[in-house]
């Protein structure tokens, strides 16, 4: 069964970086990608970035564009969300998950199906 632990939250300052990571117990091949997600209190999860396994190609939602990275080293069997330019909405609960899926232009919640259990960022001065 897919493990997937996600670490590196953390409190943080408006403007601040923070790195998660996300190891799994194994990456599945072919048609899949990694994802990560945030939920806010009181908020749906969305879909934040996500990568494929296959060809490494990713995609971000427009509000963290240009400010998250998403990588992955597979030697390590874990992916990256590298978070510069911090703001207080970036504040939540953030999951990263594996799918059948192929990321190009959306990171649907539905289409991933191994979640981990969440690591929290603050954003707050």
């Known amino acids: 069964q897919l493990q997937l632990v996600e670490s590196g939250g953390g409190l943080v300052q408006p403007g601040g970086s923070l790195r998660l990571s996300c190891a799994a117990s194994?990456?599945?091949?072919?048609?899949?990608?990694v994802g990560w997600f945030r939920q806010a209190p009181g908020k749906e999860r969305e879909g934040v970035s996500c990568i494929n396994n296959s060809d490494g190609r990713t995609y971000y939602v427009p509000s963290v564009k240009g400010r998250f990275t998403i990588s992955r080293d597979n030697a390590k069997r874990t992916v990256y969300l590298q978070m510069n330019s911090l703001k207080p909405e970036d504040t939540a609960v953030y999951y990263c998950a594996q799918g059948n899926y192929y990321c190009s232009s959306d990171v649907p919640r539905a289409a991933f199906a191994s979640w981990g259990q969440g690591t929290q960022v603050t954003v707050s001065s």
């Open positions: 194994r990456f599945t091949l072919g048609y899949y990608a």
